[in-house]
């Protein structure tokens, strides 16, 4: 088999790997991690004749909707929510009585879907972690849990509207006070979208009591996250921060590597200082970001176990919580004469949909957002491809449609190199009678088979890679729009037409039991296998290897496989570059075809021609085969 041969089945063979790491895999179910939380006893333990490490106390009096001793109940005590420009809905924060912090943020008009059964839950953020976002956090240690801060605290009124919610609390001799707060969207002239799912938190921390208190190893819990649909991927769960001006980020499977123990938590302390921490799924993502970063190199992440997704089945997940660390600071006693010190810590809080234009116009604000579209190496082509997309959705107001046209536009752009491809592969085959003859008159010396049909090659002005331009070009085009795929969050619950209603999944219109197992029928696929098996029909036949024959006859079933498991978009963007690839093979067989001519020898010195660089070394591997023979 050549180097073609090789190529295509290299290309099926990462095919089919990505295939397999992305699709949906259910991890075994492990043992809850259950962080220490913090109680009365643990006031008592607390030493005091010094300074103390870690504040992790109960709060020692009643806050004043606190009627009883025992363990206070998680509630909903406050919501604020976002609106557009027109007065929409956006997000939804719910604001809980328990650390003072944020629940849960429902995002509006976005629900759970999923092509298996018919699921209308709202998209909650956060709501699959036991803490709250905006939560304090105490001893963070890679020994042992965190103590997340279990104090009852309560609205003050005077300070709560629908602008900002203000909740305070006592924590065994510090007085708390959380304000979150609502971000304008309007920025000067400019208006900023993404600032609809941002909070400003500022948390006031007072000492009452009258010894100096040191706050060590503290930190604010910035959410969990896991995949929210039973059809979305554990793989793009990630605890992700800006860490020394660069993106970084950590799969959920790096707490549980195949090769090394298995990992409780991550508790990195570096020289470096970070942004902002976070965590994110397949298309939402929420972090936390200081507003002064002095001091602040600390980042905490552990996995959520044993998550249950909504469905009849109840599939359980992993996800990923994290956290960013507090500056150490020491906090005044307070006297008969003054107050204690004051601290005061500032963040803004994002909790929306990874959406690649809104993202970018926030990075003045939070450096680096947009990377957590996560496009990777292929950044450079899908950041154009997810703009044009919502280009096009703004002139059509449908997803499918922005796919289509932005299909056509990248057929278009290649339409020169497709046009010159299949002009090459036409004189190719045209030259498969000469090129036959040479196989066979050197059936036993393939060097010199190579050689000779090398020479041909020269002697009519064909380059027998020119009809790979087109498959080089549109490999990196096809994995970027994947990329854009598997993390825009524009997809979701998008329909298309008729039985496509959800871009971001499988176009399943039935399910048929074989074996005990449903299996989903999904159109788009089949449509695609077909569409591209008309188009090697009409592409022309240059021979080749019969290995490669086979090989290429079997693309349309690795990449049928590939797809038919992936959301419809996927199979929407393939199978429309299939037909227009036919449409323009339609047109340029009617163009005047190419005819078999020799080209002229050029006199005089020349720079020597990609396929004479190529006849030179099969001619120095010849030689060099030969002098071995000599030799034996």
């Not at 300070?159 to 065994?172: F, I, S």
Request: aromatic share 10%; glycine share 6%; net charge neutral.
């Amino acid at each position: 088999m050549d180097k073609t041969g090789w190529f295509v089945v290299t290309i099926c063979a990462i095919l089919l790997g990505i295939n397999w790491y992305y699709s949906p895999m259910t991890p075994p179910p492990s043992a809850p991690l259950t962080a220490q939380q913090a109680s009365p006893a643990d006031t008592a333990a607390l030493p005091a004749a010094e300074p103390v490490a870690e504040v992790v106390a109960q709060e020692t009096a009643p806050a004043p909707a606190q009627v009883s001793s025992a363990a206070p109940e998680h509630q909903v005590v406050a919501t604020l929510t976002s609106r557009n420009a027109e007065g929409q809905e956006l997000a939804k924060f719910e604001f809980q009585n328990i650390g003072g912090s944020i629940r849960s943020v429902e995002m509006a008009r976005m629900a759970i879907n999923s092509t298996k059964e018919d699921l209308l839950d709202a998209v909650k953020l956060n709501s699959q972690a036991q803490q709250g976002i905006g939560t304090l956090m105490f001893s963070l240690s890679t020994e042992k849990a965190p103590v997340f801060d279990r104090t009852d605290y309560h609205v003050v009124p005077g300070a709560t509207n629908d602008k900002q919610v203000t909740l305070e609390g006592r924590l065994n001799d510090l007085r708390i006070v959380k304000t979150y707060s609502l971000v304008p969207q309007q920025v000067g002239e400019e208006m900023v979208e993404g600032n609809a799912y941002c909070l400003q938190l500022t948390v006031q921390i007072q000492n009452m009591g009258d010894k100096t208190r040191r706050a060590k190893n503290w930190g604010v819990y910035a959410g969990g996250a896991g995949p929210i649909s039973p059809t979305e991927w554990t793989q793009f769960t990630y605890y992700i921060r800006n860490e020394d001006k660069a993106f970084r980020k950590e799969n959920v499977g790096s707490f549980r590597p195949w090769f090394g123990s298995a990992k409780e938590r991550v508790v990195e302390i570096g020289e470096d200082p970070i942004a902002w921490v976070g965590v994110m799924n397949q298309y939402y993502a929420t972090l936390v970001q200081p507003k002064e970063t002095k001091g602040v190199n600390t980042y905490y992440a552990a996995p959520l176990t044993n998550i249950t997704l909504p469905g009849k089945e109840r599939k359980t997940v992993e996800g990923v919580e994290s956290a960013v660390g507090v500056p150490e600071f020491t906090l005044a006693a307070a006297t008969s004469d003054a107050a204690g010190g004051v601290q005061t810590l500032s963040y803004t809080i994002f909790a929306g949909p990874k959406l690649n234009l809104m993202l970018s116009d926030m990075t003045k604000e939070i450096p680096k957002i947009d990377h957590i579209m996560d496009y990777g190496i292929f950044h450079v082509i899908s950041y154009p491809m997810n703009w044009l997309i919502n280009v096009f959705y703004g002139w059509f107001g449908n997803w499918g449609w922005a796919i289509v046209a932005m299909t056509f536009v990248v057929r278009l752009l290649i339409w020169p190199l497709y046009r010159k491809s299949y002009m090459s592969m036409k004189s190719m085959s045209l030259l498969q009678p000469k090129v036959k003859e040479i196989r066979e008159k050197y059936s036993n010396d393939q060097q010199k088979a190579s050689l000779e049909m090398m020479n041909l090659y020269r002697e009519y002005g064909i380059s027998p890679m020119g009809g790979c331009l087109p498959m080089f070009l549109q490999i990196p085009i096809f994995f970027s729009f994947f990329y854009v795929l598997q993390t825009a969050a524009e997809f979701r619950g998008a329909p298309f037409i008729g039985w496509v209603h959800d871009l971001s999944q499988m176009d399943t219109v039935c399910t048929l039991p074989i074996f005990g197992y449903n299996l989903p029928i999904n159109v788009l696929p089949v449509v695609m296998a077909i569409t591209m098996l008309l188009q090697m029909r009409m592409t022309p036949q240059v021979g080749g290897d019969p290995m490669q024959q086979r090989v290429m006859r079997l693309m349309p079933l690795f990449f049928f496989a590939f797809c038919y498991y992936y959301p419809s978009a996927l199979a929407l963007y393939w199978t429309t570059t299939n037909i227009i690839s036919i449409i323009q093979t339609w047109i340029i067989r009617r163009l005047p075809q190419p005819e078999l001519r020799k080209q002229p020898r050029q006199k005089g010195p020349k720079r020597k021609s990609f396929m004479e660089r190529m006849i030179d070394a099969q001619k120095a591997a010849l030689a060099e085969q030969q002098a071995r023979q000599r030799l034996r």
